[in-house]
Structures are given as C-alpha cells and as structure tokens.
C-alpha cells in the first residue's frame, strides 16, 4: 500500500508542477520534459499515472519510462510523446491532442476519444478505440480483442494482426485493418478498401514510410442490423411502505429552528467540505437550466443557489460533475469551476486499483486535490461498491438502485446497512444512495434515519423557479417532520424512528413492523 500511495502522490506533484508551466511554455514554443534532470539526465520514471490531463492547445511534453493509466486524457490539442509504454486509456477522452506512445499502449487506449490523433507504435491492449466518436487512432503492432468496440464515429488504422470480435457494436466510424482479421460479429461489415479511401488515409496518417497498402480491409457498421440494447430494469417500489415514529422526545414548537445540513467531504484540513443544505443531490444534465429570472425573491433565489446539483455539464462552483462514458471528451472544459467530482462506474468500463487511481489523480490534478469527490455503483456490486471507495479514501459512496437487479428501495436497506458496517466503519467515507424517481420530505427523513448522508434523485420538473420553490417546500416538511419528532437537528434521525408499515416491507427490509414493534422472527434465524 505504501508504493501505491507513494505512486499516487508523486504523480500528483508532478501535476502540480506542470500546471504553472504549461501557457508559459506554449507561448514560447518549449517542450517540457519528464523523466530527465535540468541537466538532461535520463531519470525514467515507473508506474506514474494520471499525468499530464486536459493538455492545452500549443502544450508540449515529452516523457520517458513506463508509465500508468490514464496518462495524457481529457486532452484539448496539446502534443504529447512518450519514449517508453503506457497503461490502460491512454489518451482517454481526447479532444484535440496528438498523442504519440513510442512502444506498447496497454487497454482501452483512446477511449471515449472526440477529436485529435493517437499514435501507437507496438502494439495495444484490448478495447482500443472503444467508444470512439471521433479523430485517429493508429496503431502499428497487433492490438487485442473488440478493438473499435461501440465505436460511433472517428478512423482507426491498424498495421498489425487483431484479436476477436473487431468492431464489436459499433454504429459508426472506420477500422482499417493491414493484417489478420478474425470474422467480425454481428453488425459489423467487412469489405475491401477503395482507392479513394487508401489515398484519403494515409494523408491523414501522414508518413510516408509508413503507409497502409491497398490490400487493406475496413470493417463498419452493417446498417442492415438493429443494435440491441439491454432496456434498464427499474425497481418496482418507493418508500411508501416506511413510516416514521417519534421516541421518547417531546414534540417542538412549531417555531423551532431544525438543523437539515449535511456536509460532504469532512476531512479537517486536507480538503475542502460541500455544505448541502438538505441531504440531498439532486440530478440536472445541464446546470445552465439553474438560471433564475433577474427579478426572483432573494430568499428563493438563496434556496436554489445554496444546493448543490449533480449535473453532467456546466456546474456552478458548488455542483458536482458527472463523470461517465457520454462526457468524457468535455470534462476538461468545466471540472474546474465545480465544486466536486462524482465518477459513475456504472456507465465507465470496469477497472481495477490502479486504473481508478490514475483516473482519481487525472480528475482531481484538474479539478482541484481539494475537492470532495465520489463513485456511482449499482446496488448489485454494494460491497465492492464499498470495498473501493474505502481503499480509495472516497468522500461519498453512492449507491445505484434503478441498476440491473429490480431490488426495491426497502430491500437495498439492509444490504447497505451491512455493507456500510463491514466496510465504511471507521473511514472517512460517507455512505449515499441514487434514486430513480424525485423525493419528498419523508423519502429524506427515512433514508437520512438509515444512516445514509446524501440522497441523490431525479427533478420533479426543470424550470428553475419551479426547483426553487419544490427545495423551499421539502426544508419546510422536512423541518415540520423533525420537529413532530421531538428532534432539532436530521442528525438526531436513526433506525428507532422507523417502522414497516405493511408485512411485505418488514419482510424485506428487517425493520420493526408496525404494531408488532418487532422485526419479523426470520431476522432473527441462524
């Protein structure tokens, strides 16, 4: 753990130190280096991840070693070489870099690319290309298996044999392949490549000592066949099922000032907390829709600008970006002004320790190291859900219900609450919860009671007034609900308060039936 750590924070200082220099180096045409002394020394550097993201336009870098994942991502037309090999997603996110990898590229290199050209020249990994909407991959040596897999624009030339399924749900783009090339599946054509197409490519590669013959075949999406993609199950419940009782605290007064704040990412000084308002994040795909009119009331005003959003694009300073497959080539444009990051593993592809590490300093080297940060995971995967983002010193833990599964929203109680206790006792990761559907005041004091810190759900509506006046009507019930409680602060919310309602809900949840005023007998069995 200690080398992890030790990788992970040299790599953010080497970030840090390129931020500062990188428009002053661009305006004078230099090209930094990484890897060498001042006096020119060869100092190869080994295992580095998440270098160099978000390169800006006239950037110019050159590194020497085997480096990580996730190195040169989220580019924005800078050039970057590397005189050694590279791990998974190199160049992931592109849009506009000219990536050139001097020996092996590990898995996934270019994923999710929009723009800019990516040269490899020994040869990739599996999943090269994949998720492609744009730009050139190049790859000389053989590459892996579903290369160009769910591809939906952009050209990749390969030099070299390739592995099963090539082009693997691909709907658009080009993969042009100078060696063997096992049938592809279904959805993919294969055919020769015209002369046009021969000439228009090797322009766009542009080397003359290296072009692709005409011999040369190109697969691409078969318009005959339908795409089929998996409909998301969603779950079939609510939360009408729990109802809340008071203990042994005396009802308050109705002009009892009640506490509903929750702060993300509490870890003294090493970071910078977000304040919400109401336990809650709610779902917006553009934060530009949180505009009000210029004539709104101040106190409405207050309630919109005081709650954080999770949005996929254009955050305010106090939003949490959305990081997932669909906006990895825009994350450079706006992780910056946010106010944290939430990562949505269950759109990006698998990953281990150390991907997500290169993807965590990458993110975090742009957005800021202080920032509080967060994972997205089914309910499905709780436990690994939870197992991560302890390793990983997340800030939140956001549990998924609407994933594959069909699990309800009182089933997934226990299954979080266990988890929580087996993996999140004793860190600094708050545990959170992803709804399908848009809460109310009680969905926040059941879920807040459950030990759960933020619910993140779906917006009744979009109008800005409109999601102003819905946060100024939940602080009101919420407080309505807590004083009838006996309590002044949603801290004082726990598992006493809460009570199954019907026999279904006590069975699936393990909570105190009501009337019964105990748990059913088989939560008791061995």
Not at 273 to 287: G, K, N
Request: hydrophobic fraction near 35%.
């Amino acid at each position: 753990m200690a080398d992890v750590l030790d990788i992970v924070e040299r790599s953010f200082s080497i970030n840090s130190k390129l931020g500062s220099r990188l428009e002053a180096a661009a305006e004078q045409n230099a090209i930094l280096r990484i890897g060498w002394t001042n006096a020119g020394e060869p100092v190869p550097k080994n295992g580095e991840l998440g270098l160099c993201p978000g390169l800006p336009k006239g950037s110019k870098l050159r590194a020497l070693g085997t480096l990580g994942s996730w190195i040169a991502a989220f580019g924005m037309g800078g050039t970057f070489t590397i005189q050694g090999d590279s791990g998974s997603f190199l160049g992931a996110g592109n849009n506009g870099n000219i990536i050139t990898c001097e020996r092996n590229s590990g898995n996934y290199a270019g994923f999710g690319m929009m723009s800019g050209h990516i040269s490899i020249l020994d040869g990739a990994g599996n999943d090269a290309g994949a998720c492609m909407a744009g730009g050139l991959l190049s790859i000389r040596g053989n590459t892996g298996s579903r290369v160009g897999g769910g591809m939906t624009g952009g050209l990749i030339v390969i030099d070299g044999d390739v592995g099963s399924d090539p082009g693997a749900g691909m709907t658009g783009g080009r993969i042009i392949i100078n060696g063997r090339c096992p049938n592809p599946p279904e959805g993919v054509a294969l055919r020769p490549l015209t002369a046009a197409e021969q000439k228009d490519i090797n322009k766009q590669l542009g080397d003359k000592s290296h072009e692709i013959p005409k011999d040369a075949i190109c697969l691409e999406a078969n318009d005959s066949v339908t795409n089929q993609f998996r409909e998301n199950i969603v779950s079939s419940g609510d939360l009408s099922g729990i109802g809340l009782v008071p203990g042994e605290e005396a009802r308050k007064m109705h002009y009892v000032t009640c506490d509903t704040v929750a702060l993300i990412g509490e870890r003294g000084d090493e970071n910078t907390p977000i304040a919400l308002p109401l336990p809650m994040i709610p779902f917006i795909d553009d934060a530009k829709e949180l505009k009000l009119p210029k004539d709104t009331d101040v106190e409405l005003s207050n309630s919109l600008n005081k709650q954080p959003f999770m949005t996929r694009s254009n955050p305010r300073n106090n939003d949490f970006l959305v990081v997932d497959t669909g906006n990895l080539s825009d994350v450079s444009k706006s992780i910056s002004q946010s106010g944290g990051l939430i990562l949505d593993f269950t759109s990006l592809p698998s990953m281990d320790s150390e991907e997500i590490d290169g993807l965590l300093v990458a993110l975090r080297s742009m957005a800021g190291k202080q920032k509080p940060y967060a994972i997205i995971e089914g309910i499905g995967r709780i436990n690994a859900l939870h197992t991560q983002a302890s390793y990983h010193n997340v800030d939140l833990a956001i549990c998924k219900i609407e994933d594959s599964t069909g699990i309800s929203e009182a089933a997934s109680l226990p299954l979080i609450g266990r988890s929580n206790k087996a993996n999140l006792e004793g860190t600094d990761t708050d545990s959170g919860i992803m709804l399908g559907f848009s809460v109310d005041a009680q969905d926040l004091a059941i879920l807040s009671a459950t030990g759960i810190k933020a619910i993140c759900c779906e917006i009744p509506m979009v109008d800005a007034t409109d999601l102003a006046l819905w946060i100024q009507g939940l602080y009101r019930n919420l407080s309505d609900i807590l004083r009838e409680l006996g309590l002044e602060s949603i801290d004082g919310l726990n598992r006493q308060h809460l009570r199954a309602l019907d026999h279904e809900t006590a069975a699936v949840s393990g909570l105190r039936l009501a009337g019964y005023e105990r748990p059913l007998p088989h939560w008791f069995a061995r």
